[in-house]
């Protein structure tokens, strides 16, 4: 298991945060730049298997939901 979702939230967050910082971007240009990339790597966790049940699940809707967006 991956832990509290909130909890990963927020050192998601955190991390991002950071990293913009380090990179001289704002977080929301740091967002814009991931973007393209998001729904690649939810596929790719889904390939590997490892993840939980509940985490699969929700991956698998951002991933049905990504696909939509892009219809």
């Known amino acids: ?13 955190s991390m991002q945060s950071e990293y913009a910082r380090q990179a001289g971007m704002s ?7 991931m973007r393209p990339y998001v ?7 889904l390939l590997m298997g490892t993840a939980p049940p509940a985490t699969r699940r929700r991956l ?4 049905e939901a990504d696909l939509r967006a892009e219809d």
């Open 27 to 33: 977080g929301a240009a740091l967002t814009t730049a």
């Open 1 to 13: 298991s991956f832990g509290d979702p909130k909890r990963q939230r927020a050192v998601d967050a």
């Open 60 to 63: 698998l809707q951002r991933v």
């Open 39 to 45: 729904s690649i790597i939810r596929v790719l966790v």
